[in-house]
């Protein structure tokens, strides 16, 4: 008897402070992975949640916009213009002597746009991004002061006897890239801590370049040489973008790649004239003209990575990048060289390609509303 009242008076007493519990339940700060924790406070369920529960604002459905300012270069090969002789040469004939010149690029801004919508519920956003990029560079060479070194051309000199050296010559290069993307976007949330989304959609590219040579020889004689090539063209691409919490304050580690493949038309131009004149030869007349066009496929690799500093409000979410960004193209840049014979012999091709590396600094400002 004295046991069964003794459960009974433990089973009230847990009851009694179960309730007590639930009115006085004090409002502390809990982790949670998916949705805010719902506290009681007096009659009332509020939600309650640590700075970690909702990082990324994933229930909110947001217009976003993301503007980058873009400081980078290009690094590209098969861009030699001439050669300045650093030792004398060991005969007649001789092959390359001395260090070669090349068209270098110059450190350039660019800018980079999107706007897009994410439909929060399901966890996925549609956007569009444009990108804007255009290199310069300019180089020039005079010839060595020693009268036994010279100053030679890696394409034809302006006297095609070849007994006449360079006294001066200059490489003038251009490189405009613009690209369109329309993409969309699967989010993910594997912990509170981490957001990959994965995105694919269609790219459209137009990239031109403009490579312009001039020469000038020790009797006034000039040439000036014109290589052009330009793409445009559209495909696919696919990629992911990972944001990786790293503690109070706001602070992330984000990271992205892409890998498009671009179908289109490409077309290559050189074009050379030379003001030289003699028997035989007509200096109204191009000394080099000649072209090709194709339809070709281009991949287009894009990664990127580095720290960000991200923060929830009420109204709206922003975020600040700063990154370093690397962009490889494949596929574009040709330089196509051919011996110089008689009219009615054969031109020898030579074809030089390289792969054009665009990469530097990338700084992205990001807001939600």
Known sequence: MNGRIGIVLTCLTIAAYANQTKDCQPLLAKKCDNQPIREWVGEQQVSVCSYD?????????????????????????????????????????????????????????????????FNAPHYWDAYAQYTYFHATGHEKVKKPHNPTRFLNGTWPQPDPSGDVPLSHASSSIGLTMNLLD??????????????????????????????????????????????????????????????????????????????????????????????????????????????YQDTRLIPHFRIYAGPSWQQSFTRFRTEVQLAYELNIWANL??????????????????LDSAWIGIQGVTVRWNLDF
Request: glycine residues 10%; aromatic residues 14%.
């Open 53 to 117: 529960c909702d990082l990324f604002s994933r229930d909110k459905k947001v217009l976003f916009v993301n503007v980058e300012f873009l400081y980078w270069t290009v690094t590209e090969g098969a861009l030699d213009y001439a050669i300045k002789m650093k030792k004398a040469a060991w005969g007649n004939p001789t092959d390359a002597v001395g260090h070669y010149q090349r068209a270098e690029f110059d450190w350039r801004p660019g800018l980079r746009v999107s706007f897009g919508y």
């Open 182 to 291: 329309l993409l969309a976007t699967r989010r993910f949330h594997p912990n509170p801590h981490l957001r990959i989304r994965a995105n694919g959609g269609i790219a459209i590219g137009l990239l031109r370049q403009n490579w312009e040579i001039n020469y000038r020889d020790t009797n006034w004689n000039k040439s000036h040489l014109h290589n052009n090539w330009h793409f445009g063209g559209a495909g696919i691409q696919f990629g992911g973008i990972v944001d990786w919490f790293m503690g109070k304050g706001g602070y992330y580690l984000t990271a992205g790649s892409s890998l498009s493949f671009l179908a289109g038309s490409y077309k290559n131009v050189t074009k050379q004239k030379s003001t030289f004149s003699g028997p035989g030869f007509d200096p109204s007349l191009p000394l080099r003209n000649a072209h």
């Open 333 to 350: 840049h040709e330089v196509i060289r051919t011996s110089s014979d008689a009219p009615t012999a054969p031109k020898l091709t030579s």
